[in-house]
């Protein structure tokens, strides 16, 4: 059986501030584990990479956030950016 992802944009353009609450915390959680992993041994604990990548996220943040729901995965955010560049790339290998 051939399952096609059925996506619904719930709302594009916004900041960081404006996502769900769930969202926000998933980002910010990814973010310091990375930290964690990338950084210098010591220079991180996972305590302070969240509160750094909080900082960041609520305060320096201009990246734009798609907010779609996929009928696969479910309620998604994402880099605007990045969402449109992956249709276009996904439109031109279906077009190839």
Do not use: C
Request: glycine share 4%; aromatic share 12%; no cysteine.
């Amino acid at each position: 059986m051939d399952m096609k992802e059925k996506i619904t944009i719930i709302k594009q353009h916004l900041n960081f501030k404006e996502l769900p609450k769930d969202i926000k915390k998933g980002i910010i959680e990814r973010e310091a584990s990375s930290m964690v992993i990338t950084f210098d041994e010591g220079v991180y604990t996972k305590r302070t990479a969240l509160i750094d990548a909080k900082k960041h996220y609520e305060n320096y943040d201009d990246t734009k956030y798609i907010l779609y729901h996929s009928s696969i995965n479910g309620l998604i955010a994402e880099n605007e950016q990045d969402y449109w560049q992956g249709i276009e790339d996904a439109e031109w290998y279906n077009n190839a």
